[in-house]
């Protein structure tokens, strides 16, 4: 499986490095593989949906 860096993820997906930090942490991302103090996030894993705002979840359930 290929795997690409936090830095990759927050330019593909649009969003801070420490949010996809926190995200690896909270096993919100598939597939993520911490590897001393690095996270590996799968190619192919999917930008989780923003649990902070309810209209998120809301369109999620759709």
């Known amino acids: 499986m290929n795997y690409i ?3 990759e993820a927050s330019e593909k997906w649009g969003i801070s490095e420490r949010r996809i930090q926190k995200l690896c942490e909270e096993n919100r991302i598939d597939g993520t593989v911490k ?7 799968p190619k192919k ?4 949906v923003d649990a902070r705002f309810k209209r998120a979840k809301e369109q999620e359930n759709q």
Request: glycine content about 8%; proline content about 7%; aromatic content about 14%.
């Open 35 to 41: 590897f001393g103090r690095s996270w590996a996030i």
């Open 5 to 7: 860096t936090i830095a």
């Open 45 to 48: 894993a999917q930008k989780p």
